[in-house]
């Protein structure tokens, strides 16, 4: 496991901007964390890191945004996933191997992610602004 302490958004967009000069093209990076703890600013830093050049937003209610760099990002928010039949429902099996995925509310799904996934887990340091980021598994980045 690996911690990094952000005092910014701007400065966790840039972790995950450093994550994806790693990527292979066919990685899950499952996000964990609360409401506002920064999960999207990450996978927006990720998204630019590979070249995505559209704005990258919470998916909340589209269930999926797909965003086409380097590799194509499929950007999940599981928020609302509560079944097997929910999950099924996403698409999300059919994505796999297909490019990034970054997966919001990761805690949801836990049961199916892939044993190699990156887990990224986001949680609130000191004051308002500073997050404390923990990743493990795929080499921990």
Request: hydrophobic share 40%; charged share 25%.
């Amino acid at each position: 496991m690996r911690q990094w302490i952000t005092d910014s958004a701007e400065e966790t967009e840039a972790l995950g901007e450093r994550l994806a000069a790693k990527l292979r093209g066919d990685e899950v990076i499952a996000l964990f964390g609360g409401l506002g703890m920064g999960k999207t600013a990450f996978t927006r830093g990720l998204a630019r890191g590979l070249g995505v050049a559209d704005g990258v937003s919470s998916p909340t209610f589209a269930l999926v945004n797909e965003y086409r760099g380097r590799f194509p990002v499929y950007h999940f928010d599981m928020y609302r996933v509560q079944s097997w039949d929910d999950l099924y429902s996403t698409g999300f099996f059919d994505f796999l191997g297909n490019g990034v995925l970054v997966i919001e509310w990761s805690e949801n799904i836990e049961g199916a992610l892939p044993e190699n996934a990156l887990r990224v887990t986001i949680r609130r340091g000191g004051n308002d602004q500073q997050r404390i980021i923990e990743t493990e598994g795929a080499d921990a980045f």
